[in-house]
């Protein structure tokens, strides 16, 4: 085997390993705390997990119906139906994947020829370009810039050119927290539509919204929702982020492509935690109060501490990510460097702004982004050692 030689499809050839996942793999082995992946440290509500102890033990085991339990999707119609006023056919518009990763996957490989052009808004999840590669796709960008993170209208009308298939739009937005505006859908949605382009959207933090803000959905305000595909999860809003339950509402011929694709892909969602997300959707309004108002006492908790340890941070208005500058910092180089210093002076993993910026690299280059999914204890615990570590840096 020692002369053996493989060359990967081109397909691969610009893709590297997951910045968040190494980054959390050095942090387990220095046991430095773990902030770069958006993994709640927090139980899973009680219910939701008797829930699936029960599917379990009544020997709901088997595979699924291909595109989810028809409970399931029911009651994710009916959840778009109160919040948005938006109506969405159950049995032949919604598909029940394995997370938004598999659904984003599953919907740009329904929908892309090899060729077309697809939107990226940068700083934008890792996982997007991928999807694209994997689909024969070209990935083109609109930047999002500090220190408002506002969608940038004529950036978005010179990108879009013949070959322009669909736009990925996340919101609330991760890395940057920004929470897209009525206002501002609305003219992404007139743009996109008067070029034919479709919206893919990635909407899994759609209940973790700051001070008042509401979540927009983009479907539910378009005039031409066929042209808008919605992709969203359970995982993140229900701490159970390793059941893999994600699910996309889309337009009944373009959900029949996406069923076909997902049936090869993965056949379908792991069942018992299908039971379990119905339980989940049924849960009161207070479970969303509480997590909203845990999730804005981590946020400033972060944003206090990271202000007195020499960082700019940029308060999110959604999600439970923030960006943060280090230019108060005396260190020569980079932010991937950066994040590995931190592991390993300051026992803190975060993720490279560079993971998240493609077109404009160099604003990736002084920013770091944290997860602030932790308890409240344990992000008090980093001040110390992230304080001492800026003290040290500045005497250098």
């Given at each position: ?36 992946q958006g993994r709640p440290d927090f139980a899973t509500d009680a219910r939701i997990k008797q829930a699936a102890i029960d599917a379990i033990n009544n ?38 994947t394995c997370g938004v990763t598999e659904g984003m996957n599953a919907v740009l490989l329904s929908l892309v020829e090899p060729g077309d052009e697809v ?27 500090p220190p408002t993170f506002a969608f940038p209208t004529d950036e978005l009308e010179a990108t879009i050119n013949e070959r322009t298939r669909a736009l ?229």
């Amino acid at each position: 085997m020692s002369n053996f030689s493989f060359q990967p499809p081109t397909r691969l050839t610009n893709i590297a390993p997951s910045q968040i996942r190494e980054n959390m793999r050095i942090a387990r082995e220095v046991g430095a705390v773990n902030l770069a992946q958006g993994r709640p440290d927090f139980a899973t509500d009680a219910r939701i997990k008797q829930a699936a102890i029960d599917a379990i033990n009544n020997d709901h085991n088997q595979y699924s119906v291909t595109w989810g339990l028809a409970e399931l999707r029911e009651a994710l119609s009916a959840d778009m139906k109160t919040r948005f006023g938006y109506e969405v056919n159950a049995e032949t518009e919604i598909t029940i994947t394995c997370g938004v990763t598999e659904g984003m996957n599953a919907v740009l490989l329904s929908l892309v020829e090899p060729g077309d052009e697809v939107i990226v808004v940068e700083p934008a999840h890792e996982n997007y370009v991928p999807a694209i590669s994997f689909a024969g796709g070209v990935p083109r960008y609109v930047t999002l810039r500090p220190p408002t993170f506002a969608f940038p209208t004529d950036e978005l009308e010179a990108t879009i050119n013949e070959r322009t298939r669909a736009l990925i739009l996340n919101t609330p937005h991760n890395p940057s927290g920004h929470v897209f505006t009525r206002d501002e859908l609305k003219t992404i949605i007139d743009i996109c539509s008067r070029h034919g382009v479709y919206i893919i959207t990635d909407e899994i933090y759609d209940r973790l919204l700051y001070d008042g803000r509401e979540h927009i959905m983009p479907a539910a305000i378009a005039e031409r929702p066929e042209l808008i595909i919605t992709t969203a999860g359970l995982s993140k809003i229900y701490a159970a982020t390793g059941w893999r339950l994600g699910y996309v509402l889309a337009a009944e011929p373009i959900t029949a492509a996406i069923r076909t694709v997902h049936d090869y892909l993965t056949i379908c969602a792991p069942t018992p935690f299908q039971h379990a997300a119905v339980t989940a959707l049924a849960l009161p309004q207070d479970y969303y109060d509480d997590l909203v108002a845990m999730f804005t006492d981590r946020r400033d908790r972060m944003m206090r501490i990271l202000s007195h340890c020499g960082f700019t941070p940029y308060e999110p208005e959604g999600a439970y990510y923030l960006l943060a500058e280090f230019d108060e910092w005396n260190f020569d180089g980079g932010s991937e460097a950066f994040t590995k210093f931190l592991i390993r002076e300051a026992k803190v993993a975060t993720v490279p702004g560079s993971a998240f910026y493609y077109k404009d690299r160099d604003l990736g280059e002084r920013i770091i982004r944290f997860a602030f999914a932790k308890s409240a204890e344990l992000i008090d615990s980093i001040e110390e050692t992230m304080r001492g570590c800026f003290d040290n840096s500045r005497s250098s």
